[in-house]
């Protein structure tokens, strides 16, 4: 694990499940398409709240998105079903936290409930300057923990490394 940074030894641990966050929100007409379904980027927009609100848990500061991986749309949520977001810290650096979040569509006559998105959102977190600053340590607790880590740790080097990403 890259967690220990000799020049910052004071740094104070948390685990995912201190900073989770679960957000519910009902799909309305002004949220959808001519098909009524949720717009993508209202989904974006929620799952950016709900990542950035665990992100801001753990670090207590300001924070602000710098990157979204994995973000696709394989299940439609139709007008009038509940949407429930659930995020929870995988993996931090120095300043950076990257957060997963879960997205599942509820339907609230059936209350039949699938998962409809998952991506991973990577907060860097701001001092009262803007300029970035040190968060917790992350401490992984459970098996499933343990391999979001090393599985976000092969993400970041990917996503630092994406030369055809660059602006
Ligand atoms: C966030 C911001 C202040 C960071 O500034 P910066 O000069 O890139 O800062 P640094 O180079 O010191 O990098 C800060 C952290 O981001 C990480 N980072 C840089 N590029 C990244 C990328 N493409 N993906 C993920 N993490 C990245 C760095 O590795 C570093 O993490 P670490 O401290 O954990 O190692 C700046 O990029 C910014 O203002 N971006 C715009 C944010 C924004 O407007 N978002 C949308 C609305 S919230």
Known sequence: MNQSFN???NRISKTPSA???EMTELVLPNDTNLLGN???????HWMDIAGGMAAMRHSHRAVATIS???LEFKQPVHVGEIVILKAKLTWVGRTSMEVVIRA???NPQTGRTILTNVAYFTFVALDDHGKPTPVAVLVPESEEEFAEFKA???RRNQRIG???CKI
């Open 7 to 9: 020049d910052e030894p």
């Open 19 to 21: 900073s989770a966050v």
């Open 38 to 44: 949720l717009l993508g980027g209202r989904m974006m």
């Open 68 to 70: 979204v991986d994995c």
């Open 104 to 106: 599942f569509g509820e």
């Open 152 to 154: 976000a740790e092969h």
């Open 162 to 164: 994406k030369a055809n």
